[in-house]
């Protein structure tokens, strides 16, 4: 498959999960959306769209979004992202989406073994995240993917 054909298909797969979460799952209580790794702003544009009356906090290292889809500076957290996200932990999100994979290898096995115990502080009890990255820590259930989406693509779990 050629790079614009998967960075396509991982678009398609990111669209169908966070609309699969909206219409299909029930987020717990009425705690704040992450969207880690906030990147040029288009899919924290979807989320604001989908969650209307949720805060959604974003992180990244810098700003590189498009005025209209960055946040308000309340709501968005820059530096690195391995230090920034402990801001929120015990805060009771309701919903996560992390989507900072590299495919670098190296790269990628550091933020598997940060991201998933700092997400699982974030997170309430039902909580759920969405990821590109498959993440392994014991409070992090596993879910299935809607059909149609290739289950090592994107990964769901709820906060035990």
Known sequence: MSRLD????????????????????ALPGTGAVL??????????DHIREIFPGRRIIAFDRAVGSHPKSTPDEGDLVLGEISETLKSVGGMGVAF???DIGTAYPEVDAETKRWLPPALADAL????????????????????PVPEGIDPRRYYLYRRR
Not at 35 to 44: A, C, P, S, V
Not at 124 to 143: E, K, M, N
């Open 35 to 44: 969207e880690i790794g906030l990147g040029n702003g288009r899919t924290y």
């Open 6 to 25: 998967s960075f396509i298909a991982r678009l398609q797969a990111q669209r169908a999960i966070l609309n699969h979460i909206r219409d299909d799952m």
């Open 96 to 98: 996560a989406h992390a």
């Open 124 to 143: 309430a009890s039902g909580g759920i995240v969405a990821s590109g990255l498959p993440l392994d820590h014991s409070d992090l259930a596993p879910l």
